[in-house]
């Protein structure tokens, strides 16, 4: 069965930190993968996402993700948090069985 | 152009009762999928409908059910209420049965069951 394991619930960084939240999937044929963030307060809105091609996606508000098929993985990347960063944020997979799985969430506060 | 609309946004509902979700999707959109959303958890996933047909299911009990009308509208109905079930239900709808562009996201409903 399709799943989706994000490593980490809670992260706390403070501003002009890095940021890697891991996201790992389970599903055997092709994927497209997807990266949702929820602000306090706010419906899910799309960050990135990843069809095929280059690996590497480049979202809104400087996120970047890294599609690694060996390691059927997908991390978010920030280089530099903002406080307006602090948010929930949610990995997803969708394949050819017409569903979009989502993992748990890790919740990001960014202290300033 | 108009986003995905859920109603009620809150409900508040007693152990047993039945409850109806509405969802209208964004014009065009003719996926609608439901997911419930509780802390620790995630998001869930309930149901897909695409052009009125429900082309997958989640690992919910039978109380759980849904439908979409001729317009793409769709409902879910939760019958037989548990506590467990208090929830934030969100509905997302997608242009296209294959998710290629992603879904876009109501605001939920907030439902409490007491």
């Given at each position: 069965a399709?799943?989706?394991?994000?490593?980490?619930?809670h992260?706390?960084?403070?501003?002009a930190?890095?940021?890697?939240l891991?996201c790992?999937?389970?599903?055997?044929?092709?994927?497209?993968?997807?990266w949702?963030?929820?602000?306090p307060?706010q419906?899910?809105?799309?960050?990135?996402k990843?069809?095929?091609?280059?690996p590497?996606v480049?979202?809104?508000?400087?996120?970047?993700?890294?599609?690694i098929?060996?390691?059927f993985?997908?991390?978010?990347?920030?280089?530099s948090?903002?406080?307006?960063?602090?948010?929930?944020?949610?990995?997803?997979?969708?394949?050819?069985?017409?569903?979009?799985?989502?993992?748990?969430?890790t919740r990001?506060?960014?202290k300033? | 152009?108009?986003?995905?609309?859920?109603?009620?946004?809150?409900?508040?509902?007693?152990?047993?009762?039945?409850?109806?979700?509405?969802?209208?999707?964004?014009s065009?959109?003719?996926?609608?999928?439901?997911?419930?959303?509780?802390?620790g958890q995630?998001l869930q996933f309930?149901?897909?409908?695409?052009?009125?047909?429900?082309?997958?299911?989640?690992?919910?009990?039978?109380?759980?059910?849904?439908?979409q009308?001729?317009?793409?509208?769709?409902?879910?109905?939760?019958?037989?209420?548990?506590?467990g079930?208090s929830?934030?239900?969100?509905?997302?709808?997608?242009?296209?049965?294959?998710?290629?562009?992603?879904?876009?996201?109501?605001s939920g409903?907030?439902?409490?069951?007491?």
């Amino acid at each position: 069965a399709q799943s989706v394991s994000q490593h980490n619930h809670h992260v706390i960084l403070s501003e002009a930190a890095s940021l890697e939240l891991g996201c790992n999937y389970s599903y055997g044929g092709t994927v497209n993968l997807f990266w949702y963030v929820q602000y306090p307060g706010q419906h899910l809105q799309l960050l990135l996402k990843y069809f095929s091609g280059d690996p590497l996606v480049k979202g809104i508000k400087g996120f970047e993700a890294e599609f690694i098929k060996s390691k059927f993985s997908f991390n978010l990347r920030k280089p530099s948090v903002q406080w307006s960063d602090t948010a929930e944020y949610f990995c997803a997979v969708s394949g050819n069985n017409n569903d979009m799985r989502f993992g748990a969430g890790t919740r990001l506060t960014v202290k300033p | 152009k108009a986003g995905v609309t859920q109603t009620p946004r809150y409900l508040i509902k007693t152990r047993g009762q039945q409850v109806t979700l509405s969802c209208s999707p964004i014009s065009g959109h003719r996926s609608v999928s439901w997911y419930q959303q509780t802390p620790g958890q995630g998001l869930q996933f309930l149901f897909e409908y695409f052009s009125e047909t429900q082309r997958n299911k989640g690992n919910f009990p039978g109380r759980f059910s849904g439908r979409q009308f001729s317009n793409s509208r769709s409902e879910m109905n939760v019958s037989t209420l548990e506590l467990g079930d208090s929830a934030l239900y969100l509905c997302a709808s997608s242009l296209d049965r294959t998710f290629d562009y992603g879904y876009t996201f109501g605001s939920g409903t907030r439902l409490t069951v007491v």
